[in-house]
């Protein structure tokens, strides 16, 4: 088969695994290959703890499924389900959406924030920006009113709602902010060019901290190579 990159969307939905994935091909240019996995199990979108806590078993399941005929993984939820457990299960790079996105947002040292449509997940972003070490970093997670479900089916609204919370990060002192969901991938890629602080879009994050370290992973096996050759 040919090496390739796994997305895994612990969503069910298969519209956001199509979406995510045209965004991760994207961000991997010619690099390599994005192929999708869905979870059956999950809701059509993650909205609590606990259904992120549920997801985090069948991640692992695909994951370990896959991992003999990829190169790389991604878990593209905003709350990495089942990516420390995959991580160990697996001998190749595994790497998560929000992991990825607070390392380019906390860059520098610079106070950063999330933009989201999920309060119910608040507390486990905050837990997981703690257990990344940049809890002193994380300014604020402002959420979107409503149901995330119902304002994720209208892009338009989408964006401008979380817009809305972007420049309220902003206000809030923070000097990039993350628009935190794999399924708000489209909306985060819209509103990048609209602000001078930068907005990050975590899937893309992910792709590129994925090949390099793919790149790293294959660079001994080549210097030992060069040296046999010798």
């Known amino acids: 088969m040919t090496p390739h990159i796994l997305l895994i969307n612990p969503n069910s939905s298969q519209a956001t695994s199509a979406m995510m994935q045209a965004i991760a091909q994207r961000a991997a240019g010619d690099g390599l290959p994005v192929a999708v996995a869905t979870a059956r199990r999950s809701p059509a979108m993650i909205v609590t703890e606990e259904d992120l806590l549920a997801a985090a078993a069948e991640v692992v399941e695909i994951g370990r499924g896959h991992a003999a005929d990829c190169a790389g993984i991604v878990v593209s939820a905003f709350?990495?389900?089942?990516?420390?457990?995959?991580?160990?299960?697996?001998?190749?790079?595994?790497?998560?959406?929000?992991?990825?996105?607070?390392?380019?947002?906390?860059?520098?040292?610079?106070?950063?924030?999330?933009?989201?449509?999920?309060?119910?997940?608040?507390?486990?972003?905050?837990?997981?920006?703690?257990?990344?070490?940049?809890?002193?970093?994380?300014?604020?997670?402002?959420?979107?009113?409503?149901d995330p479900l119902a304002l994720s089916v209208d892009k338009a609204s989408l964006t401008a709602a979380l817009g809305k919370m972007v420049e309220a990060c902003i206000a809030d002192g923070a000097e990039s902010?993350?628009?935190?969901?794999?399924?708000?991938?489209?909306?985060?890629?819209?509103?990048?060019?609209?602000?001078?602080?930068?907005?990050?879009?975590?899937?893309?994050?992910a792709i590129t901290s994925l090949l390099n370290q793919i790149e790293s992973a294959r660079s001994p096996k080549r210097s030992r190579a060069a040296t046999a050759v010798r």
């Open 79 to 146: 709350g990495d389900p089942g990516l420390d457990e995959l991580r160990e299960r697996v001998d190749i790079p595994v790497t998560g959406i929000c992991e990825a996105s607070m390392q380019v947002a906390a860059q520098y040292g610079r106070p950063f924030a999330v933009a989201t449509t999920t309060p119910l997940l608040a507390d486990a972003i905050a837990a997981r920006a703690a257990a990344l070490g940049f809890a002193h970093q994380l300014t604020g997670i402002r959420c979107t009113a409503g």
């Open 177 to 205: 902010v993350i628009i935190g969901g794999g399924p708000l991938g489209e909306a985060a890629g819209a509103l990048q060019a609209h602000y001078a602080t930068p907005v990050i879009s975590p899937i893309p994050c």
